[in-house]
């Protein structure tokens, strides 16, 4: 067979994000794809827009393969870029638009990156940041007026610029992200995901979660996140279905987004859902439309969850767990399976495999705790630039994830805590899920984080971070006799701190290694 029937045949059976977006597109063309702050794009629309933008991104000199960072919060803009990087054969790179100067420059050195687009009010960042690296392409993903390369703008130029498909070597194995997980102990590494990788996860989504073409999605957490990104966003745009943007999931504004569009489902790890619970005018809100309430990202606790059950009847309650090495999603516990196993993430989808696993690689009994770990199409390749980092992740032919599990006897995964969460306290290995859970139960307590710090007796003494409900007054010394009543001695907190808030990432995680840095 002659190249150029190959290459014929290759864009025929084309298996890319790119692809797969041109087909919602011609089936879908006159509907919502896409809102966000007054601006609507159909998924016609969006589709030429991408085209615009991705063909521009050629134009000015990067080429397939190369690495394109994007650093700014969430915007059409931003999906546009996205979706324009891989359908030009380009390597988005996500950047957590908190990250300082010096952490945005670790990231553009360590990728390789060719282009970098950002918000224009992070220009400071980007300046000190970029300074030296020689650039191909430095542009805004929406400046109000156009100074040089700007997304949104030339997405915008209806009169201008080519809207055909960029005619680029891509198949399904070409690297569509690198996407950064967060540095504890160590710099930040970025895991290679390939079209194939994101589609296989794309398609279990669906199933496993119930998109559906014809329910309104509002997405607010941010897009350089994999979950609302990979998990919801993507899914729903590939089955028809209209997603309502938002900047920032701000409890005032997801609840009137919910109410005033008829927004049917919405994703928001434990910290934003405990916002929302908070707000003092939640029961004012009309969200009769809500169906499909997903949870995940960190663990939800017990209690939280019976409160969202109570305030939210009739709405179907979806914890999704994973990582961002497996696109992220790993297992899904259903609405219907909540009744008997509120604390459990769980069963593996469609596309993945997991065990709970000794250091010896052995399968343990059920019940008892061992080290989650994975195969599936859905994986990364590996770590960008770090063979080491890759085999140890891939030791004994599975992905170890980090966190510590069991199952119980009908296959329902329990994640106890990260590896690097439990606390060794006088020789005792807590978990620091448990010793949450067990303080959550107080009626006062609003937020709670757990960690372990040094101690000369205790080698880690169980401490926790405490944030009271609203209007509501508890003491260390009352929390310590609940927690008493509550769990095993060696359990109990040794000391009770309380703060106004706790330290959380844009992404809503609860950053508990800077609680560890300042307490310690």
Request: proline share 5%.
């Amino acid at each position: 067979m002659s190249h150029t029937v190959e290459n014929a045949h290759s864009r025929i059976q084309q298996n890319t994000i790119g692809a797969a977006l041109s087909r919602s597109a011609r089936k879908h063309g006159n509907k919502l794809a896409l809102a966000f702050e007054g601006r609507r794009w159909n998924y016609a629309e969006l589709n030429r827009a991408v085209n615009r933008v991705a063909n521009r991104l050629l134009a000015a000199g990067l080429e397939p393969g190369d690495r394109l960072a994007a650093y700014g919060k969430n915007s059409d803009a931003y999906a546009i870029a996205w979706l324009a990087a891989t359908r030009a054969g380009l390597v988005h790179v996500p950047v957590n638009f908190a990250l300082s100067a010096d952490e945005l420059r670790y990231i553009l050195e360590q990728s390789g990156a060719a282009g970098l687009l950002s918000d224009t009010s992070l220009a400071e960042n980007v300046t000190k940041a970029s300074g030296g690296l020689g650039l191909t392409l430095a542009g805004t993903l929406h400046a109000e007026t156009q100074a040089g390369f700007d997304v949104l703008q030339v997405a915008l130029d209806e009169d201008n610029g080519d809207v055909s498909e960029p005619e680029v070597e891509i198949d399904a194995t070409s690297l569509a992200q690198l996407l950064y997980t967060s540095g504890t102990t160590a710099a930040p590494k970025a895991a290679m995901m390939t079209h194939q990788a994101l589609l296989a996860e794309y398609m279990a989504c669906m199933v496993e979660l119930d998109i559906k073409g014809d329910e309104p999605m509002l997405a607010a957490l941010p897009l350089y996140h994999s979950a609302q990104m990979h998990v919801f966003l993507m899914p729903a745009l590939l089955l028809g279905a209209p997603v309502h943007l938002r900047m920032a999931p701000l409890p005032d504004d997801c609840l009137a987004q919910i109410a005033g569009e008829g927004i049917a489902s919405f994703f928001a790890p434990p910290t934003v859902w405990i916002s929302l619970l908070r707000h003092s005018d939640f029961d004012t809100f009309d969200l009769s439309t809500l169906k499909k309430a997903y949870y995940g990202a960190s663990i939800m606790p017990v209690p939280v969850l019976e409160e969202l059950q109570r305030r939210l009847p009739g709405v179907g309650l979806y914890n999704c767990y994973g990582q961002s090495e497996i696109a992220p999603l790993a297992t899904v516990l259903r609405p219907q399976e909540h009744a008997e196993r509120p604390a459990s993430a769980g069963r593996p989808i469609l596309t993945v495999e997991t065990r709970i696993v000794d250091l010896e690689m052995n399968d343990v009994p059920p019940g008892e705790h061992g080290e989650i770990v994975h195969r599936s199409p859905q994986l990364l390749t590996g770590y960008w630039d770090k063979p080491d980092m890759t085999d140890e992740a891939f030791a004994g032919g599975w992905f170890h994830s980090g966190d510590v599990g069991y199952f119980d006897k009908a296959g329902y995964l329990y994640v106890v805590d990260r590896i690097k969460d439990v606390i060794n306290t006088g020789g005792v290995v807590v978990a620091s899920r448990e010793v949450e859970e067990g303080l959550f139960k107080h009626p006062a307590v609003s937020e709670v984080a757990v960690v372990g710090l040094p101690d000369a007796k205790w080698i880690e003494a169980i401490t926790a971070v405490v944030v009271a409900k609203e209007g509501m007054e508890v003491s260390e010394e009352e929390l310590i006799a609940h927690a008493k009543a509550h769990m095993a001695p060696y359990k109990v907190p040794k000391r009770i701190l309380f703060a106004e808030a706790l330290p959380k990432s844009t992404a809503g995680k609860i950053l508990k290694r800077h609680l560890r840095k300042d307490l310690s």
